[in-house]
């Protein structure tokens, strides 16, 4: 069976925990291979919700071999809580590692993270300000802690010391912090390490052994690729690269072990933070969505931005991510709406239209929907299992998409549990979809 790599196809929060937990129950390991606890992934499975910030979908499987690659970035004390609840739940987490070689948030990080923002005032990001952005920072300055340095006192001591030094003005206004003790915060991590210890390895050389004994390997992103950081609508994007390509950086493997890049996307679009969004709502309809589709942020609880379906960014993504399959989540949000729209192509400032997503940001950030209406349908979907199960106009919106982004959409989702979902026949022409619906 193959390798798949699952994307976010928007701005994040499409349900890429939902479908990876799905396509995990058929397959060997689930690699984490960027982001950190910026992100969440909810799963409902048994009537139970399951939140998770830096533990890989799979973790949920026992025995499932489930790897935080060493493109994450890692906050140690949240990766022991998360690690905790589990465990208390009746969660066996003996299939965890972790790379030695991913790097961890520090104190200071947070606090960078949070000064930063507030420096910005009314041009703020919208950070989650949980340090990932000065830990990816540090990481490219050279300056970062890794989880391996964890083990080893001395090497951490003297890590931690390099890192504060060229900081200390910036950290400054958290001077007498005690979190910023040089002891103090060598012996937190070093106990952190020991907690982690037995499921720190190597990671990369895991991954290979998996792949070459034929094993199904499950690569799951957070985010979505329109925040990729060099891709994405840059500044408001997040701190790495949430596309297929980082698959490989991030967990140590090449593009020829990659068979086949899913794309997760709503049946609508969501957003959180600022920057630019074509499509979003204003008013009664935009709340509907809202508080139908439960958007509010898994890490953060704050209310997502909603609008209508963005096909020129879902074709965008597609083309950056080389996508293979199309999985549509929340189709169900839908039902009762009587027309629906999608944007097809752009206006900008001065009436100019386009169908490509623009590269220079002031088009962007100028530019709206234009769209196109059909039909919607009454009828509630949970129940459905089956393609022909949807009503015409459900079909007919997914052909649409499919159609419009030129990629098959081969899993649909109807409904938070993981049963409300369905295989959709494209999925019968698609390896790994084919082999995961049996």
């Not at 937990?21 to 799963?43: M, P, Y």
Request: glycine share 12%.
């Amino acid at each position: 069976m193959p390798s798949i790599v699952i994307v976010g196809a928007q701005w994040g929060d499409e349900g890429k925990g939902k479908i990876t937990d799905l396509l995990a129950e058929r397959s060997d390991a689930v690699i984490r291979f960027q982001g950190g606890n910026n992100a969440g992934h909810t799963i409902v499975r048994d009537g139970q919700v399951w939140k998770l910030h830096l533990m890989p979908s799979g973790i949920l499987y026992p025995g499932k071999t489930c790897v935080i690659g060493n493109g994450v970035v890692i906050d140690p004390k949240v990766l022991t809580d998360e690690l905790e609840e589990l465990r208390r739940r009746g969660v066996d987490t003996g299939g965890l590692r972790i790379s030695a070689n991913a790097h961890v948030i520090m104190p200071y990080h947070l606090m960078l993270d949070t000064a930063g923002e507030a420096r910005l005032g009314s041009l703020q990001i919208g950070t989650t300000r949980r340090g990932i952005g000065p830990c990816y920072a540090d990481k490219a300055a050279r300056l970062g802690i890794r989880v391996q340095d964890l083990l080893d006192e001395k090497i951490l001591k003297k890590k931690i010391v390099a890192a504060l030094e060229p900081k200390r003005l910036s950290l400054r206004p958290f001077a007498k912090d005690p979190k910023l003790d040089l002891q103090t915060m060598t012996e937190d991590y070093m106990t952190y390490g020991h907690r982690l210890e037995q499921h720190i390895a190597d990671t990369t050389r895991l991954v290979w052994d998996l792949l070459e004994d034929g094993r199904q390997v499950i690569f799951e992103g957070a985010q979505g690729a329109l925040l990729d950081i060099d891709h994405g609508t840059y500044p408001f994007v997040t701190s790495s690269n949430p596309i297929a390509a980082a698959a490989c950086i991030g967990s140590g493997v090449g593009p020829k072990d990659i068979d086949e890049i899913w794309g997760i996307t709503k049946a609508y679009a969501t957003r959180v933070g600022a920057g630019p969004f074509p499509t979003e709502m204003e008013g009664e309809q935009g709340e509907l969505l809202r508080e139908r589709g439960g958007e509010f942020g898994t890490t953060t609880g704050r209310a997502r931005r909603v609008g209508w379906l963005d096909l020129v960014a879902l074709r965008y993504a597609a083309k950056l991510n080389s996508l293979t399959a199309l999985a549509v989540t929340k189709l169900d949000v839908l039902s009762g709406l009587e027309e629906l729209y999608v944007c097809t192509r752009y206006r900008g400032a001065e009436g100019a239209e386009f169908d490509v997503f623009p590269y220079h940001q002031t088009v962007l950030h100028h530019a709206t929907g234009e769209y196109e209406t059909v039909p919607g349908w009454e009828e509630d979907l949970g129940e459905c299992r089956t393609e022909a199960e949807l009503p015409q106009a459900a079909r007919d919106y997914l052909a649409a998409i499919s159609d419009f982004v030129g990629v098959p959409v081969v899993l649909v989702g109807v409904g938070p549990g993981r049963e409300q979902v369905i295989w959709t026949e494209a999925a019968q022409h698609t390896i790994a979809a084919n082999a995961l619906a049996r």
